[in-house]
C-alpha cells in the first residue's frame, strides 16, 4: 500500500501511509485511537475506497470496489466491529455466502463442518446456536473461525483477542503461527504490546494518520514502541494508588441466573478494586448484566450502602438505586450509533441537560459534552459528529463518561479496555483508582490477566457458572487465576 489517503468530514483518517507486507510474515500494525489503523484495513478489505494511493499485491496493482473483491483476491479481514448476521446460527454465519447445497441448503453438513472447524481450534461454540444468544467473546471466536475458513493469502485481525481470554489467545497465536509456515501472511492489529513482541515479525506505528516507522520487532523496545504510539513516556502501565478499607458497602448474596450463574456470592468493601475472572462462558460477564438487570437474575439478599435492595427487573431500576454498568458490548449496549456525540451523552443524562426536569436545554448540553470530550480526551472533530464514525476506542470513551458521570454508588466495569489504546487504558487505570477512592464500589470484569493482577486487591475466579475461587493480596496471581478457571482447586 503506497501513499494511501483517506479523508472523512472534519478528518483526515490516513495521510500519505506506506504500508508492506512480505510473504509468510506476521506483521503488527499499532497506534492510539483513531491513529487510522482500522481505517487503513478497511481500504485493503474493500470497505472504503482511498482518496489516493496505490495496493499493490503480487506485483499486480489492484483496485476493490467491495469487501467480495477483496476474498476473491485472497484477503480475508476480522474487523473490530464483528461483522455477524445475529438472526442466523453460528454455522450458517461461518458458511454465508458459500452454503453447502445438494438441490437445498445442506444445513446438517454446515454444522458438521462447523463442529469440525472448532473442534480444530478448541472453541467450544455450539454450531447449531443462533448468534444473538451469544456472548461478546463468543462471537469473536465465530468471527475469526469464519475467517479462517477462506483459506485466504493474507488474513487481517483487527483486535483478534480484545474479547477473549488467555487460552483463547494462546490458541489463535499457535494458528497464527501455523499459517505462517503455509506462506499465509497476518496482519495484526493489538493495543496489547506484550502480543506483538509474542507473534509479530515487523511492526508498523502510525500516529494521527501518519506512518511513524517500520522495524523489526526484536529491534525496538516497548518502551520505544509506546512512546512511539502515544508521542510521549508512558512511567507506570498499572498504576495503582486506592486504599482498601473493612467497610462493606455491597454485598449480593446467591445471586442466580438461569443456565449462566449458580448460586454466586461477594462482597466489595470501600476503597477496593473488587475483579473477576474467567474463560469464555464463565459467567463473568453475565454477573454484572444481572446485577444491572439487563438480564433476568435472582437473588436472595442485595445490600447496597447498608440499604436492602428487593429488586432489580430492569436497568433503569438499577440506575435509580446507583448502579450503572460499562457494558462489554459498546455498539449494540451502550451507543446510539446514528446519534451524535451530544445526543449520546445527553440522553443518558437528562438530569444535566434539561430545565424543569423536561426541557432540553441545548446550551447546557453543548457545555456538558464538551466537558467530556475534555475531560475523557475523546478524539473527536465536533460534539455533532456521529458516534458510529469514530474510532472503537473513541466509542469506549464516549461510553465511559456518559455512564459515570451519573454520580454511581457501584460501577460495574466490563471489559473497559477492551480495544483502547494504551495510553487511554492508563487512564482508565487512574479512573478507578479515583472512582475506588470517592468511596463507590468497584467491579472490575475482565479478560486481560496483566491488568487484573496487577489494579484488583480481591478477585472472584469463575468457572462454569459456578464461584471456583475468591483470591486476596499475594494469592491474586495470574496462575492461580488460571488454574482456577480452568476448574483446579487453589491451593
Known sequence: MEKITKRFPGVVALDGVDFDLKEAEIHALVGENGAGKSTLIKILGGVHKPDAGTITLNNRRVYFHSPLDAQLAGISVIHQELNLVE???????????????????????????????????????????VVKNLNVSEKQL???????????????MDEPTAAITKTEVDRLFKIMKDLKTHGVSVIFISHRIEEIYEVADRVTILRDGKKIGTYDVGSVSKEDLIRMMVGRKIDDMYPKYNTPSSEVIFKVVNLRIPGKVHDVSFEVKRGEIFGIAGLVGSGKSEIAMGIFGAIRAHFDEMYLYDKRVSKISTPVDAIR????????????????LILDVLKNLSVANPEKVTRASFILDWKRAKEFSLKAVEDFRIKVSSIQQLVKNLSGGNQQKVVLSKFLYKSPKLVLLVEPTRGIDVGAKVEVYHLINRLANSGVGVVFISSELPEVVSLCDTVLVMHRGRAMALLTGSEVTQENILKAAAGVEVA
Open 87 to 129: 438472526e442466523l446460527t453460528v454455522a450458517e454465519n461461518m458458511f454465508l455466502g458459500r452454503e453447502k447445497r445438494w438441490w437445498f441448503v445442506d444445513r446438517k453438513k454446515m454444522r458438521q463442518e462447523a463442529a469440525s472447524i472448532m473442534e480444530k481450534l478448541k472453541f467450544h461454540v455450539n454450531p447449531s446456536e
Open 142 to 156: 465465530v468471527s475469526i473461525a469464519k475467517a479462517l475458513t477462506y483459506k485466504a493469502q493474507i488474513i487481517v
Open 321 to 336: 438505586h446507583g448502579i450503572v454498568m460499562i457494558p462489554e458490548d459498546r455498539k449494540s449496549q451502550g451507543l446510539v
